[in-house]
């Protein structure tokens, strides 16, 4: 349960065999699942641990490396 509502596992059939890659596969998955409904990617996974926003310009206007926000993150809790 999230956020009061019942989730319901989303059933993935992958072909392994498949030149298509895994990432797509799911992502197709995922669209056909949630067609009818409004959804945007905002964003991407990248091997960087760095979350960099963009403006609607383009611009990259926040870029902090996670380990500093996680370390923002927590400074509050520390005393508790």
Do not use: N
């Amino acid at each position: 349960m999230i956020g009061g509502r019942v989730t319901t596992p989303l059933a993935v059939e992958i072909d392994r065999s498949s030149p298509v890659p895994l990432y797509f596969q799911v992502a197709q998955a995922f669209e056909k699942a949630m067609a009818g409904t409004v959804i945007a990617q905002v964003g991407e996974v990248t091997a960087k641990p760095i979350l960099a926003v963009a403006g609607i310009a383009g611009a990259v206007v926040v870029k902090s490396e996670l380990s500093q926000l996680k370390a923002a993150w927590q400074a509050p809790l520390k005393d508790l």
